[in-house]
């Protein structure tokens, strides 16, 4: 984000649940009631929203959307197991401590010529050691940066339920108060809170302290009529035959008993694969060369390469 956007035009766009539904849309997220509801609710009570569902509805993507549209920056952090507070909030950037503690070794003699005594020596040398463990020394990592943009930032904390539970914990702080403690500096604390976004794939069940803290939202597979609506605004150039049908065969998929069910994304990823093919028509052939895009299995497609003929029958009489 190059422009400071004021916050006249952020409370604008916020200013109601229908406002956000039809911003998001302009910038091709179409969001239901619940959706921009969530974000409504977030950004007036300063609540962050724990977004869950399966993998590839759109949970990543409504962060993403929504920091593009409000023109906020995008500060992301993917989770995952062993990940710990050094490199989510902060780190002291050690090489440059090294440099200047070879710099104050080589004018020790020089900074302690004037000194009277042991103790007045030792006073001197603390204030060195203060100094290495200054903001000029600090790295800051995603959270720590999220806290301390001016004009607000939208915070993703992505894919949380792949963390240790020690991790969860150490969120909550941030999540209630929007601040962190630095042992060695302070409590810093946002002057504009981010509107954060935690996504989860339900990997483990996330801890009940987490939960209180936080909006819940959960993002389901999208029904035949809304799944036609993001295809559209996703890949509006595939002519709404072909869209109909490729989304009426996947609605009917998702009724198979499969290791993975095909989500909106894979939905949108096909849609692109059959405009990239040319095709005007679902046809038996057509479906089971690109049944990969769709399906990620290898016993799903097999499987399901019995019954193309009869899946795409019914789909292009839809």
């Keep these: 984000m190059n422009d400071i956007v004021s916050q006249d035009a952020l409370d604008k766009k916020l200013a109601s ?17 619940r959706i921009a ?26 962060a993403l959307s929504t920091a593009q549209w409000l023109g906020l920056p ?20 050690y090489g440059k401590q090294l440099l200047y503690t070879q710099i104050l070794k080589d004018k020790m003699g020089d900074t302690l010529s004037d000194t009277k005594g042991l103790d007045e020596a030792m006073q001197r040398l603390h204030g060195f050691g203060d100094l290495f463990f200054s903001e000029q020394f600090l790295e800051p990592r995603p959270l720590l940066k ?9 915070l993703l904390i992505d894919e949380v339920d792949k963390s240790d539970e020690e991790f969860e914990a150490f969120l909550l702080e941030i999540l209630s108060a929007f601040q962190v403690t630095i042992p060695e500096i302070g409590t810093i604390e946002a002057s504009v809170p981010p ?15 987490l939960k209180r803290r936080c909006l819940h939202l959960f993002i389901p597979l999208p029904d035949a009529k809304l799944e036609q609506r993001i295809v559209a605004s996703r890949v509006p150039e595939i002519e709404e035959r072909l869209r109909r049908q490729l989304v009426a065969f996947v609605q009917m998929l998702r009724e198979e008993d499969l290791k993975k069910l095909p989500s909106i994304s ?7 694969v059959l405009l990239l093919l040319h095709a005007d028509s679902l046809d038996a052939d057509l479906v089971r060369d690109t049944l990969n895009v769709l399906l990620k299995f290898e016993q799903d497609i097999a499987a399901v390469e019995r019954s193309v003929a009869e899946l795409t029958r019914k789909a292009k009489q839809a």
């Design 146 to 154: 999220a806290l301390r943009q001016k004009h607000g930032a939208v």
């Design 37 to 62: 509801t969530a974000i409504f609710v977030a950004e007036n009570l300063s609540k962050p929203i724990l977004v869950e569902g399966s993998a590839g509805v759109g949970k990543t993507e409504l």
């Design 74 to 93: 995008l500060i992301r952090m993917q989770c995952y197991e062993g990940l710990d507070e050094s490199k989510a909030l902060y780190e002291w950037k």
């Design 195 to 209: 509107l954060v976004f935690l996504t989860s794939n339900n990997m483990r069940e996330m801890g009940d302290a």
């Design 266 to 272: 894979e939905t949108i990823d096909w849609a692109r």
């Design 17 to 33: 649940v229908e406002s956000i539904t039809e911003g998001l849309g302009s910038i091709g997220y179409i969001a239901s009631r």
